[in-house]
């Protein structure tokens, strides 16, 4: 889970069409977090019969590096970041204290639960935490949306698609956290090694179609007649 991708383009932009780079940005913290622990696991456990918790805890240690690398290139720390990290060097104490392969998997499924109930928190308050990211993806930093938004911004209409994006963001992360963590202590861990990834990317699948439908959605439609309405 990374910050959302920021930065106005340079010329106004159709909503829809992303800009250059910014799905390869979307991807590459997802191929680190998920693709390379993974291969890492089965490379250890499997091809060089490393333990299992060995296997997991070296490849726990993938995400969290990239998370480092992360706050040192911004030179800031934002509370994700943070969570994040905080969370995998947890699980990874906590395996080589137990010696217990299934709490490498159970921590994955605890930071999805804890970011998931984080969101739904503040889905009911004035600011949730998914509108930033979404705001910046619909306006682009183009002049006339990002004034379109301000003007909408306090409808209540507006204000309950904002608030249901990010709460079915959470609902979506919580149901992955549920499935991870039944999996985590009632599946084989080899098995929950890719089966844990499959079910996060199928979380992630179903937030982005349904919190499109019932949030960003409505949000577009409503900027682009705003826009095209101020223009006549």
Excluded at 20 to 28: A, F, N, V, Y
Excluded at 215 to 222: E, L, N, V
Aim: one cysteine or more.
């Amino acid at each position: 889970m990374t910050g959302p991708v920021t930065g106005p383009a340079t010329a106004p932009m159709s909503a829809g069409k992303p800009r250059r780079g910014t799905l390869r940005t979307l991807l590459m913290p997802l191929a680190i977090d998920v693709a390379a622990p993974m291969a890492c696991y089965y490379l250890l456990h499997g091809a060089l019969g490393t333990s299992e918790v060995t296997a997991l805890a070296v490849s726990g240690v993938i995400p969290a590096v990239r998370v480092i690398a992360g706050i040192v290139s911004d030179r800031t720390m934002n509370a994700l970041a943070g969570l994040t990290l905080a969370v995998n060097v947890a699980g990874i104490a906590l395996s080589f204290v137990t010696g217990d392969a299934r709490m490498m998997i159970a921590k994955d499924s605890a930071l999805s639960g804890v970011i998931s109930l984080f969101m739904m928190l503040t889905a009911f308050t004035a600011r949730p935490v998914m509108t930033q990211g979404m705001r910046a993806f619909i306006t682009r930093g183009n002049a006339a949306r990002e004034a379109a938004w301000e003007r909408l911004a306090n409808g209540a209409r507006f204000r309950r698609a904002e608030r249901r994006f990010t709460g079915i963001w959470g609902a979506a992360l919580l149901a992955d956290c549920v499935a991870r963590l039944i999996g985590a202590f009632t599946l084989p861990v080899s098995t929950m090694v890719w089966l844990s990834n499959v079910l996060l990317i199928a979380a992630l699948a179903v937030g982005l179609v349904v919190a499109g439908a019932f949030g960003s959605g409505p949000i577009m439609w409503m900027i682009n007649n705003e826009v095209r309405g101020n223009a006549r």
